[in-house]
């Protein structure tokens, strides 16, 4: 009898197996990535380029955030003539969509050897930090990429309605809530003044307190001296 059991038992600890296997995918953090293809319409200082680059973004947990690495395959530009060792500077931004809509800004170092004239221009790796502020599924799309080399600007527009490259399962640093929410970096609008609040509103308020105790003093030396005239 004993010998029968067996290959039950062992069916039984396959399936319990399989199972748990099962349960610890499906556990797993969702992060999908995907190599986009992006085709960049390039103001540069000598008239507008075209190219297709395929677009690589990945994203690494690190403490509360993420590290966002843009990756491109090919040159989207080139250069009349040679780029020494770090004149170039490449920056660009990814649009957020999903849970949380804005930009986030990614920078690379400079070109580390010389980039010949009229060659593709070789992107570095972009990197930034992405600190989620609501959970759910976020998405990263390639955006405006800007090259600065030899005091000009070049700027380069996806023209094509890129894909999503990167999708993210987050949680929201320091407990956020679930749902959709602009960038909060943005800066206040220029003309617009916030309340003062502070040390600059008390020497506000005590330069308009000694004001009105020199009125009040001057005007009680005036009465002072009209008094006396009178008695006179």
């Known amino acids: 009898m004993s010998y029968r059991m067996y290959p039950k038992?062992?069916?039984?600890?396959?399936?319990?197996a399989a199972l748990a296997g099962s349960a610890v995918l499906m556990a797993?953090?969702?992060a999908r990535a995907d190599v986009v293809d992006v085709n960049y319409q390039c103001k540069t200082p000598i008239g507008d380029k075209s190219a297709v680059s395929p677009i690589d973004i990945k994203g690494v947990?690190?403490?509360?955030?993420?590290?966002?690495t843009m990756t491109f395959e090919k040159g989207v530009s080139s250069s009349p003539v040679d780029l020494g060792k770090g004149a170039m500077n490449p920056s660009a931004v990814i649009?957020?969509?999903?849970?949380?809509?804005?930009t986030l800004a990614v920078k690379g170092p400079a070109n580390p050897a010389t980039v010949p004239a009229n060659t593709?221009?070789?992107i570095t790796d972009l990197t930034g930090t992405y600190t989620p502020k609501k959970t759910g599924k976020v998405t990263f799309t390639p955006g405006v990429l800007t090259i600065k080399a030899l005091g000009t600007t070049t700027t380069c527009t996806p023209s094509n309605g890129p894909k999503v490259s990167l999708t993210l399962d987050v949680t929201a640093a320091g407990g956020g809530t679930t749902g959709t929410t602009g960038s909060s970096q943005d800066a206040p609008a220029g003309g617009e003044e916030l309340p003062q609040t502070g040390p600059e509103d008390s020497a506000i308020a005590l330069g308009t307190l000694g004001g009105t105790v020199l009125l009040a003093g001057?005007?009680?030396?005036?009465?002072?001296?009209?008094?006396n005239q009178a008695h006179r």
Do not use: D, F
């Not at 038992?9 to 319990?16: G, K, V």
């Not at 649009?95 to 804005?102: D, F, S, W």
């Not at 001057?218 to 008094?227: E, I, K, N, P, S």
């Open 9 to 16: 038992r062992t069916a039984a600890l396959a399936s319990a």
């Open 28 to 30: 797993a953090p969702a």
């Open 61 to 68: 947990k690190s403490g509360s955030g993420y590290q966002i």
């Open 95 to 102: 649009k957020l969509g999903g849970a949380e809509t804005g």
């Open 120 to 122: 593709p221009i070789k």
């Open 218 to 227: 001057a005007a009680g030396v005036l009465w002072l001296t009209r008094r």
